[in-house]
């Protein structure tokens, strides 16, 4: 009974507190939903605060761009407005002109007309004054002018020459002034390090006693070497000195090398001279080989055939005129090289030709003809360019010049042979020439005397100054200069110079 009555006492109060719970839930409840529907409308009430302030700004900005607008369309109706007068004033402007020209096209016109009638008038007159002038002179019109233009041509020939001769050696003085430029440039361009070598057949002993011993019992070790080498052995009272001599430089090299091989062994006999003879044979033929690469690696010009290179090599035993062939052709064709480059021709035809241009000088001892004849056979042989072989053929004016690259490989030719130290001639040889420069000035008319000076490179005319005039000078100056080129051979230039000196001697007593 009692646990009954506890449980129903339980229950009871358990609804009783469902009861109550429930109901503060809802006060709880109640006064939560009034917290959240005061914060919307507040929410509400600042957002459309915002909004009327945005709305508010978005009306001003509007309003301002519309302004703004209107203010940039007012200024380009201006501007449109300025622009549409100018174009009206241009057009007007354009049509006057159009207007002004085509007045003035008649006008022209009518000129033309007039002018044309004139000159129609004018040889109207002209020939009816020709026809009175030929009756009343007995002379044709062509004759009439042929008259006097021979008139004319009398009185202003003297101040014609004058004017020619005048304007003849201005030029020559600039193109003088240039060509030493030019020279001058090239030569500096490209100069020898050291002195020519000159190729010498003399050999030096150290004592007489040496004499003996390369003639040998019976002269065997001169018989011998000659045999070998293909040359003679000249020993005579000159002291400490054997000559050889023979018309081959490169076999009188070898038996110089050989010989100076025996001297410096002491054992002089035939079996050691052909040992020695074949060592200077081998060491001709390497050093020959090795002077042709040099000459050509000097020169940069690398496409040559070997045998081509071989002759060239042999110039290093080659001299005209004492001047090393092998070195006086690297040097002209350093000369043809910097010459071109100055005047514009081809710098590697000249360059080329300037070290091929002696190739004849290998062999001319044992080809018959000059040695231009045979260097042009070797190039052409080798297949070397015909621009080559067209510019080298001509620098002795054997062939006559057909290229620009020709008259350079000339000069260079000349330019090397010609300045001072680079030959020797013989005295007979020199005093010729210098004798021939005279002869060759002193037969002309109106000479009094005639002198070659500055070792033959100038000659000096005295004429006689009744005999010889002003315009005469000129002219037997240029024909002098003419007589020499086509006589003389001869390096470089000879200056002519013709002096007509006028001396009148009084006394005072």
Not at 355 to 362: N, P, S
Request: with cysteine; charged share 35%; net charge neutral.
């Amino acid at each position: 009974m009692t646990s009954i009555t506890l449980l129903i006492v339980g229950l009871f109060l358990l609804t009783i507190g469902s009861v109550l719970g429930y109901l503060a839930r809802q006060s709880i409840a109640l006064k939560q939903k009034g917290t959240i529907e005061e914060k919307l409308q507040k929410r509400i009430a600042q957002v459309r605060e915002e909004s009327d302030q945005v709305v508010n700004k978005a009306k001003s900005d509007a309003s301002g761009i519309i302004n703004q607008a209107k203010e940039e369309e007012e200024k380009r109706r201006k501007e449109l407005l300025r622009i549409q007068e100018i174009l009206l004033k241009r057009e007007n402007l354009l049509e006057k002109r159009i207007s002004d020209y085509e007045q003035n096209e008649k006008d022209l016109q009518v000129k033309v007309k007039k002018v044309q009638d004139i000159r129609t008038n004018l040889e109207t007159m002209e020939g009816e004054v020709g026809k009175k002038l030929e009756t009343a002179s007995g002379l044709s019109k062509e004759e009439a002018k042929k008259e006097l233009l021979s008139q004319v041509e009398r009185e202003s020939e003297k101040e014609l020459l004058e004017k020619m001769r005048r304007l003849e050696q201005e030029g020559e003085e600039k193109m003088e002034k240039r060509a030493k430029e030019i020279i001058a440039i090239a030569i500096q361009k490209y100069a020898l390090p050291q002195a020519q070598e000159i190729t010498t057949t003399t050999v030096s002993i150290p004592s007489e006693d040496i004499k003996g011993k390369i003639i040998g019992k019976e002269g065997r070790n001169i018989r011998t070497l000659e045999k070998l080498t293909g040359v003679e052995v000249l020993i005579d009272e000159t002291p400490e000195t054997v000559i050889i001599s023979g018309f081959d430089p490169v076999r009188r090299q070898i038996a110089k090398s050989a010989l100076e091989k025996l001297i410096k062994d002491g054992r002089i006999q035939p079996a050691r001279i052909e040992q020695k003879v074949e060592e200077a044979q081998n060491e001709i033929v390497a050093q020959i080989k090795e002077a042709g690469e040099q000459a050509i690696y000097d020169t940069g010009i690398l496409s040559l055939h070997p045998k081509l290179v071989q002759l060239l090599g042999r110039l290093k035993f080659r001299t005209s005129y004492g001047q090393n062939v092998l070195l006086h052709s690297i040097e002209v064709a350093h000369l043809a090289s910097a010459l071109a480059s100055e005047v514009g021709a081809d710098a590697s035809v000249c360059k080329k030709a300037g070290l091929l241009h002696d190739i004849g000088k290998a062999v001319d001892h044992q080809i018959e003809g000059s040695h231009v004849d045979i260097g042009i056979k070797i190039l052409e042989k080798f297949n070397v360019e015909k621009e080559v072989i067209s510019a080298m053929k001509s620098h002795h004016e054997e062939y006559p010049v057909e290229t620009l690259e020709a008259i350079i490989v000339q000069s260079a030719d000349q330019i090397s042979g010609a300045r001072p130290g680079a030959r020797k001639d013989s005295l007979e040889n020199y005093i010729k020439r210098l004798k021939e420069l005279e002869d060759i000035a002193v037969s002309f008319k109106g000479v009094e005397k005639a002198y070659a000076v500055q070792a033959g490179r100038e000659v000096r005319v005295f004429v006689r100054p009744g005999e010889v005039d002003d315009l005469m000078q000129a002219k037997m100056a240029k024909e002098i200069a003419q007589r020499i080129r086509e006589d003389l051979s001869y390096p470089g230039e000879i200056k002519v110079i013709v002096i007509r000196e006028n001396r009148v001697v009084e006394f005072a007593r």
